[in-house]
């Protein structure tokens, strides 16, 4: 198995940077996401940085955003997984009855939580994955 990379290594960033950033806006446009709720699940990210990433994703992002972004490629994975594909674009933002969400949407905990709730959903839902 193959080591996870190091998003420390700029060299690294350097790879993986353009592709989770279209990654990142292909996702976020199939479950519907706005633009500033988006933002916010990139860690805070201000109006002018964002638009620009959105034109041009060709950059180096910073080691959280990668991980941020990671993350939402293994929940967007896990979902089309677990449902069909209209249930797995729209779960995120469906109030949920689990007691960690305390029936707020995925995105809401996501949103307010940041890197370690997005760590929660995205062990929660490989857990589902695995049976």
Do not use: C
């Not at 993986?16 to 860690?43: C, Q, Y």
């Not at 967007?76 to 029936?103: T, Y």
Request: net charge positive; hydrophobic share 40%.
């Amino acid at each position: 198995m193959d080591a996870p990379p190091d998003f420390g290594a700029r060299a690294e960033r350097e790879r993986l940077s353009t592709p989770a950033l279209k990654a990142f806006f292909n996702i976020m446009a199939r479950w519907k996401v706005r633009d500033e709720d988006a933002r916010a699940v990139l860690g805070g990210v201000s109006n002018g940085p964002f638009y620009e990433m959105k034109r041009n994703p060709e950059r180096v992002i910073d080691a959280d955003r990668l991980t941020r972004i990671s993350y939402l490629i293994g929940m967007f994975k896990a979902l089309h997984i677990l449902h069909s594909r209209s249930l797995a674009d729209e779960w995120v933002q469906m109030p949920n009855s689990n007691p960690i969400f305390s029936g707020r949407t995925p995105l809401a905990y996501i949103i307010r939580g940041g890197l370690p709730e997005m760590q929660t959903v995205r062990r929660l839902l490989d857990a589902r994955r695995a049976g």
